[in-house]
């Protein structure tokens, strides 16, 4: 089960990650086509984080290659991955909580030069996320857990980013939320942005997702289209409570 893309908007190979003297990444490849959604999933403890945040730029590879759009990444920091396109939604949200949720919008694009542009975004994530728009006025610390999991996509794709990671989006959230947030991750990968879903959920994961691969003990165990993961005997006993 193994499919990697032609036409590679990321491509990482043989990437280990080292840190408080555990070796949590143990030679990782990984592939994303444009527009395409990949789903990463595994137990507690796999490596998935870790390597959500080494391409982010937040942890640093001791070995292994990552190209993004055709450039490497390990010479870059974090601020300027976000500048070329690649946003990390953290696992927890990250909100600002003392600030409005427009304005934690507005943090979103601080990269980007282009006012007028960023009013006409703006206006499309409200449009994007409804119940935002008739909170933008509100501190983002009272928002619900769900509210506020809103607030830092949005915020994310206020950078204009080609590819982005999203790292368990549905925690703690109530089925009703977690519907509309994997609703809204549908609709963002239908508009062009490739997408790197994390998630405990995994049924849900491979549901929405083209493809997908299987993390243990930091190593892909197993990789192809989500259907057929989803039909694995494999990821249907760890994974699916088949």
Known sequence: MNETSPTSILEVRALHVAYGGIQALKGIDLDIAPCELVALIGSNGAGKTTTLKALAGLLHPTAGKVHYAGKSLLACAAHQRVRDGLALVPEG?????RLTVEENLQMG???????????????HKYALFPRLAERRTQLAGTLSGGEQQMVAMARALMGRPKLLMLDEPSMGLAPMMVARIFETIRDISAQGVSILLVEQNAKLALQVAHRGYVMESGLITLSGASSELLSSDAVQHAYLGG
Not at 93 to 97: D, K, P
Not at 112 to 118: L, M, P, S, V
């Open 93 to 97: 949200r990250g909100v600002f909580a």
């Open 109 to 123: 694009a601080y990269t980007r030069r282009d006012t007028a542009q960023i009013s006409a975004d703006l206006e």
